[in-house]
């Protein structure tokens, strides 16, 4: 029987789908409203550790999320998901992952 990676790609897609049900509507009700939220206010939260921590899974974790839907959503508009399109969709996520992190590290 062979190995599998299947099951670190589920806990991603997973986890980013559980952060975006609990945290998504909360963080566009609070970006909606601009005049509620100074950049003092932000910038604050994105220097701190925890702070940085938190910004990384969000944006990391709804990436992966949203890669593996639209990975799955191939199957229905015809593509069938081989290793180009799963190297396709995982490397953007991964990418985005990378891009986060180091734009958290340069504030």
């Not at 009700?29 to 939220?37: E, N, R, S, V, Y």
């Not at 839907?69 to 229905?76: E, G, N, P, V, W």
């Not at 015809?78 to 958290?104: P, Q």
């Amino acid at each position: 029987m062979t190995r599998s990676h299947a099951p670190f790609f589920w806990l991603l897609f997973g986890a980013g789908g559980m952060l975006a049900a609990l945290f998504g509507p909360a963080l566009v009700f609070i970006t909606g409203w601009m005049d509620a939220i100074a950049y003092a206010h932000v910038a604050a939260v994105a220097q701190s550790f925890a702070g940085k921590l938190f910004l990384f899974a969000v944006v990391a974790l709804f990436a992966w999320h949203a890669v593996h839907r639209i990975l799955c959503s191939l199957h229905d508009v015809g593509i069938h998901k081989g290793l180009g399109a799963k190297l396709f969709c995982y490397g953007i996520a991964g990418a985005i992952s990378i891009v986060a992190a180091s734009a958290l590290m340069a504030v």
